[in-house]
């Protein structure tokens, strides 16, 4: 299968902070998810992204799919960020591939 | 927005017994899944669906584990005999041809 691995692992932010976080595959993909696991478990979709770069509102993505790797990055973070983010590869057809996530505190 | 949605929210079950999670998918979407996360772990496959049949399936995916679309808008995933280890958060996605896949809220499953 693909290996998927997201850094850092855990990150801190003060209010109004910027972060990147990254996300690193083995294989070559089509299809690349960005979501936010809120506190109830539920996975929102941020970013649909298989390669270039997109925006909304304060966060932006960017898929590198040569090299292999896709950054997301959080501008001027709230609290309401705080969550676990995950990044999710998919060949057509076959399954998606989790990363072990990040897990994001914002703290007043 | 089209949603994926999930029934029930939350279900506890004892040990042994059958649970059957239900989810509907955004109509007109072609492929399903379901995953699982175990408390605090990484989500995890379980079982993908195209054409009415399992396309793939992950070493979770026992005897225990079967999946059904019995009426073109449900898409149904059913434990024989629940274990703990089966308890979880499940949750149910679906994709259309080269689009983003939308998971549903979830089904926390608690076996006691």
């Known amino acids: 299968g693909i290996q998927v691995e997201q850094s850092p692992p855990d990150l801190i932010l003060q209010e109004g902070a910027n972060s990147t976080l990254r996300c690193n595959f083995s294989d070559s993909v089509n299809n690349l998810q960005w979501f936010h696991q809120n506190p109830w478990g539920q996975l929102i979709n941020l970013f649909y992204?298989?390669?270039g770069t997109k925006q909304n509102g304060r966060l932006s993505a960017t898929t590198v799919a040569t090299e292999r790797y896709s950054l997301l990055y959080i501008s001027s973070s709230q609290t309401t960020d705080s969550g676990v983010y995950f990044c999710?590869?998919?060949?057509?057809?076959?399954?998606?591939?989790f990363g072990t996530g990040t897990s994001l505190t914002v703290i007043p | 927005e089209p949603e994926v949605t999930q029934t029930p929210s939350h279900q506890v079950t004892q040990m042994g017994q059958e649970v059957i999670l239900r989810c509907v998918p955004i109509?007109?979407?072609?492929?399903f899944y379901w995953y699982r996360q175990i408390l605090g772990q990484k989500v995890e496959f379980l079982v993908s669906f195209y054409n009415n049949e399992i396309s793939e399936k992950s070493e979770i995916f026992d005897d225990q584990f079967s999946v059904e679309r019995p009426d073109g808008s449900n898409f149904t995933l059913k434990i024989r005999s629940t274990k703990l280890e089966d308890s979880a958060m499940y949750f149910c996605a679906s994709r259309g041809d080269g689009t983003e896949a939308f998971f549903g809220q979830g089904t926390r499953l608690t076996v006691v």
């Open positions: 109509s007109n979407h072609l492929y």
């Open positions: 992204i298989p390669s």
């Open positions: 999710a590869v998919e060949r057509v057809g076959n399954q998606f591939y």
